[in-house]
């Protein structure tokens, strides 16, 4: 059996990455992400293997996953991505320099990456700065 965290964070080592849920659990993880009001980004990988949802079960079934990805797709604000592309911006979020007091925050990837800035998601371009605000 593999273990889920059904936590939302997102994973230190893509290597030992671990889903939120099982397929079954997709729906109840669904609402939690869509509720999730943290400081921080929140992840939700579900696993499973798609033969599972050809047993018709309530919460294993096609339909159920259909309805699953219904109440998740067309986010504006949801970025839909595969293990490889959220590896990739992992690791191109270990590449932005931030400064100590009042330097910009350079981002030394090829990748736009998402960094808050007074309370606001901003976007950090490649080869990019972004001056600190000022201190209140």
Request: glycine share 10%; net charge neutral; aromatic share 10%.
């Amino acid at each position: 059996m593999v273990p889920s965290t059904g936590d939302f964070r997102l994973p230190n080592n893509p290597f030992l990455w671990r889903g939120t849920c099982h397929h079954s659990g997709a729906a109840a993880a669904a609402q939690q992400l869509l509720a999730h009001q943290g400081p921080d980004m929140a992840l939700l990988y579900v696993w499973g293997h798609s033969w599972k949802l050809d047993g018709g079960a309530p919460n294993n079934s096609w339909s159920y996953i259909e309805a699953v990805c219904k109440t998740l797709g067309g986010k504006s604000d949801v970025w839909y991505a595969g293990n490889a592309e959220v590896a990739d911006y992992l690791a191109a979020l270990r590449k932005v320099e931030l400064a100590l007091t009042g330097d910009p925050m350079f981002n030394a990837s090829s990748s736009s990456v998402w960094v808050k800035q007074g309370g606001q998601a901003v976007e950090l371009k490649p080869q990019a700065t972004l001056p600190l605000p000022a201190p209140p």
